[in-house]
């Protein structure tokens, strides 16, 4: 009498043929998705260098577009921001006055929490960034007030590289209180 | 003379037997005919042997499978014609496809049928959805197929959507960027997944190549294949037309 607990020949072979494939299947499923996933890229690297901190004035403001960058000098120092848009990730483009037609339409616009401005009736215009995809706009210093962009744009490391240059890597994100000093 | 009668009667016979070879069953003079060809020929088979002319009204169906068929087999064609000049590489793909509207004769009527016909089969995809929906021709038994068909849907959508970056102009470029970012959102696999559609963290050269690649061969060849399935369904299940 054969032990009932006992496996057939043919379901131990069923088995073994349906675990075998089932493990070359999760092997095939693996090695695609590994292939298609780059290891090397070959984009723009991360880190520039732009010009020596001299160039930029105390107060301005300068639109690396290629890089994607904003480099603003003020009185406590340097800062880079990263511009792309935390929205959906278009480009945001500078304006000398991204405020004056929401105060003019009514729309209240709130304070800068950074820098304390303000866009009132007595002073509408502030400079910033508008979104040309779904119309989010920052200040100037990358804090947004309108659109559907979720958070400030990313504020970025730069330095001085030992040839006097700034050296700018946009694959680190720093503080929004990073300021550097030259 | 004998001679050549008999060679031209041999000649006949062989071509008599070529044709009699494609064309088995004479002219369908009568409905046996008619559907015994329609049995045994592989193109024709798509077709049911006898139809109500009720299944198949106007009204009814308005078409809009048999259009989106259609509009399938245009975009394969004039995007067929389209691959002779176009090269998807950033440095070439917008020249490329400039040099279709103004270089490459009747390159602009290829090209605007591609992207018409891309329009309106998003439309007519969609169109015949809502009509299988509110004809209630979904239900039993035919839920398989509905479930084929939003696949389709789906695939359509995506082919748009990949053929939308190929011109690469900034519309494209943008689109895709907002496109593929939306995927980012998703939670833990979101960034892997963007990084996986457009190869990269911008939207460049792997972006493009991908993009081709799946529009061109990938998505449709899973529409095709889809649709095979989805038209044997519905001669399977039968056409769900009142009587």
Redesign the interface.
Known sequence: MEDSREMSRRSFLAITGWVGFSVASAIALYQS?KF???NA????PPAFKADAPTVYAVGSTTVLIDKRVVINHDPNGFYAISLICTH???TPRYFDDVTSDLVNAGTSISKDPDTGQQATKANAALPGFKC???GSRYFRDAINFFGPAPRPMDRVHLEVAPDGKLLIDRSVIVDRAFRLKV | MTVIRAALDEMFAVIGQMVGSVFRHGLPLTDKIAARTALTNFFLHIHPVRVRRSWIRMSYTLCLGGLSFFLFIVLTVTGLFLMFYYVPSTSHAYQDMRDLQFVVTFGGVIRNMHRWAAHAMVITVWLHMARVFLTGSYKKPREFNWGVGTLLLLITLLLSFTGYLLPWDQLSIWAVTVGTNMAKYAPIAGPYTRYLLIGGRVVGDNALLRFYVLHVVGLPLAAFLLMVVHFWRVRKDGFSGGL
């Open positions: 998705l298609i996933y780059p890229t070959y984009e723009d959906l990730g278009c040309p995809c779904h």
